[in-house]
């Protein structure tokens, strides 16, 4: 943003003569590049799959303004680590977030090779192995029954995930590091994102403009509700189960990992509960703290009105979509006033 005006980079066209030295790099000259296809979603990197004369493919992750969708506010800093809910793209995170969960036993798609040198593309790109088939949402809603075992797994890894505790709460690529994110504590870090997510909410869509006052005194009361803690487990952060593949064995496969931090496992589960629906019960944790988990589930509402609202600033290409998430959002925190008060 220059003046207070949003730039949008200018969307380039990925082709197979900007990518073949990238996919010789990983794979060697014995696999000829044939074909380049960027995938559906992407909005923060471009996602591409590589196609080559043996039929074998590979995908591709580009980390590139270009590739962007997200309007930038002009504070905003991309490589400020130290905010937990900071913009969770760029290869450091990925690579990071992939050894923590290799460590784990925790399967993501293996890396062909994670190049930051620029010499082969002008932007930090990484190349992943190719799980074709349908994600666990496309299977969850085909024949649910069929994918109880690869159900039970996903429980097994969040498990591991959750008891793998961090010393400080922070994205892994700072704590690993020695760094301390910015916050005293976790709800704090949350209660501050939400009141900001409801400003901003507030003054673009008059359903929450006019319940404002309203909804700022729950999340308030909602946030002094929670007890202090000093744990931390290992969360994705947004695992709905789009961000799921499924190998040939069953094997959950978890992806979109950039935002993989230690924080509260409550987080993780708010988010769970809102993206699979009646299938959590597969996920379901008992050792939760329920006043935390409720307070974080209006944060993340809101969180779900104002960040794609944001997004519809730029040029992200599934408006109607995205604008169904709004209004969706919009009536569950609404949700929580008292009936009198909607």
Known sequence: ?????????????VTRDDLEGVAREALGADHRLVGVSRL???????????TFDD????????WDGAENYWPTKQADNPDNHADPFSSASGIELFEAAHRHLDTLGIRTPRIRLADRSRTQYPADVAVVE??????????????????????????EALGAMQRHQGPRFGKVALVDKGGASGGSSCEQ????????????????????????????TVVRKLAAAVRPRSQYGLIHGELGPDHVLVDRHGQPV??????LMFFDVEWEHAFLRLRFGEHYRWLDNSDLDDLRLTFY????????????????DGDFPDRDFMRGIVEHNIQEALAFLPMGER
């Open 1 to 13: 943003m220059h003046g207070g005006q949003v730039v949008d980079p200018v969307r380039r066209v």
């Open 40 to 50: 559906r979603g992407g909005s923060k990197k471009g996602v591409y799959r590589l």
């Open 55 to 62: 039929e074998s493919t590979a995908i591709v992750y580009i």
């Open 130 to 155: 190719d799980l074709p088939g349908d994600n666990l949402e496309a299977r969850l809603r085909k024949d649910p029954r069929s994918v109880g075992p690869t159900m039970a797994r996903l429980a």
């Open 189 to 216: 870090v949350v209660l501050d994102r939400a009141l900001d997510d409801l400003t901003e909410a507030a003054s673009r869509d008059t359903l929450i403009t006019r319940s404002r006052d309203q909804l700022e």
């Open 254 to 259: 978890l992806i979109d990992i950039e935002g």
């Open 297 to 312: 589930t209006l944060a993340m509402r809101l969180s779900l009105v104002a960040g794609p609202l944001r997004l519809l």
